[in-house]
């Protein structure tokens, strides 16, 4: 079974106060959802695969490690998870961007996928997905389903705000991936927000309604 994990350090907590804020307006939202996922990733690729490298110090030559295999690919979840991705790359520069297109229609609160976009051999890449929420898990599980349909075989999830029943969702639906959030909140509301959440990801980022 994959991990669930919170990672609730002091500063991530703090950060993630900010942007709950109702009052935060477009571009704190954009900065501060940029550092969190910065802070999120450190620990996300604690476990990543390392591979021996020989590499000759000015002083030395020594066997040293490096991270293994193909390049990382970074998928953020269109709209919202495209706020995550440059504070990933922060830490991740080389790694490449594959992007799918969700939207949850609002009256079922059913995912509708409406583009992938992926570099070649997943099956040899860890795959990291970004998206800010993760409310009744819909995107989320389609969007693993996408990326192992393409072969996809290491997958970590990363969000924001979790809601229990997200989490209880994607977990029981790919039990193989690990999955990573800010913030477990209480639950969701009639029409599917997250509370207390942080509102609409997508429309806070982009400044639309
Ligand atoms: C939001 C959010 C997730 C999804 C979570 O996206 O960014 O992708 O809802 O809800 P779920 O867990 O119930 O599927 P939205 O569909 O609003 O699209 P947007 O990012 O384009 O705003
Ligand atoms: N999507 C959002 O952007 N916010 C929520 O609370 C739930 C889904």
Partial sequence: MGKFEVLDHPLIQHKL?????????????????????????YEVCRD???????VETPVATAVEKRLA??????????RAGLGMVDGVLEL??????GHIGMYRDEETLQPHEYFVKMPDHLDKREMI??????????SAIA???ALKKRGAKSIRFVCL????????ALREAHPDIDVYAAALDDHLNEN??????????????????
């Fill in 129 to 138: 997905i970004v998206d800010p929420m993760l409310a009744t898990g819909g």
């Fill in 48 to 54: 990543m695969p390392l591979e021996d490298i020989e």
């Fill in 143 to 145: 969007a693993v389903d």
């Fill in 92 to 97: 991740l520069p080389a790694a490449k961007v």
């Fill in 69 to 78: 295999g193909k390049k990382v690919v970074v998928v953020p979840i269109l």
């Fill in 192 to 209: 599917g927000y997250i509370v207390p959440g942080l509102g609409d990801a997508g429309d806070r980022l982009f400044g639309t309604k």
């Fill in 161 to 168: 705000v979790a809601a229990p029943e997200g989490v209880k």
């Fill in 17 to 41: 106060t900010i942007i709950r804020n109702k009052d935060c307006g477009t571009r704190e939202f954009r900065e501060v959802v940029n550092e969190i996922a910065e802070l999120m990733v």
